[in-house]
């Protein structure tokens, strides 16, 4: 992936951290920004973290994807609110042979991109990383950073096993995953009712972990989540479900990303994270009570 054009479409925290970590890597990488773009031209992107501050003095930062123009890959990592304006910001990053990688949280993402694109060039990742946006051009990372990534259809090819390959030669941790639905699941076992609870109460993790009646109903939702993947066929032992509390501590007072945009005022991604999952429930017959509670917890704040 050395010396490969990689566009960022979604400069937000996840975009500034795992686009200057490909950079960092070697690769051409554009970042697709508005409000920031003076910013990123003055100042640079900067990512500060306990792991090693990184500091790209002059990010290659367009204002519109004409402006790139085509590229050999795409990383989509806007919130899935924003997906509608996703066809006329990608199609002019497009060549014959582009690839697209979402990582966007929940489900329907790929399928999305893949209507309108075609299914062989989506990819999809998973981002389990704790990050908040000082300013335009400014991240924290506070902790992890694991990425998994594969192919929306069939087995990794050799463009899933360079991408890898490029996210680690910038110190991520980046795994191959052969099962990306599956992944999906495994991580809504985390998010779900993390990102939920922590939005309705208004808490940053912390308070999920240290309130017994929060924490009962936060595992609960985790046995719901565990019960519709093995639905569609993704069999999760509940010792993974007790790992991600565990993973949770030492997280502290770490504010979810779907608290951060209620506190902002700005759209939730309720359907994919929370929605789409309770859908496949009542198809499948099952019974998710914590899961519909919440869901209706959540569309009240909007």
Known sequence: MKGRKIAIVGSGSIGLFYGSKLASAGCRVFFLMRSGFEAAVRNGIRIHSAAGPLHMEKPEAAKSPEDIGPCDGVIVAVKAT?????PALIAPLLGDQTWILTLQNGLGNEDFLASHFGADRILGGLCFVCLTRRNPVEVDHIGHGM?????FHGPPRDRTSRLVQAFQDGG?????????AAERWRKLVWNIPFNGLCTVHRTGVDGILGDPGLLG??????????????????????EYAAHQVERTRPMGAYRP?????????????????????????????IETPQ?????IQLNSLT
Do not use: F, K, Y
């Open 172 to 180: 991520v941790e980046t795994r191959l995953a052969h099962d990306l």
């Open 217 to 238: 109903v936060c595992e609960s939702l985790m046995d719901e989540v565990r019960a519709i993947a093995a639905a569609e066929g993704h069999e999760i032992p509940r």
């Open 257 to 285: 990303s779907t608290l951060v945009d209620a506190d902002a005022g700005n759209p939730l991604e309720i359907d994919p994270i929370w929605g789409e999952p309770l859908r496949r429930a009542r198809l499948a017959g």
């Open 147 to 151: 990425l998994s990534i594969g192919e």
């Open 82 to 86: 924003s997906n509608a304006a996703l």
């Open 291 to 295: 899961l519909a509670a919440l869901c």
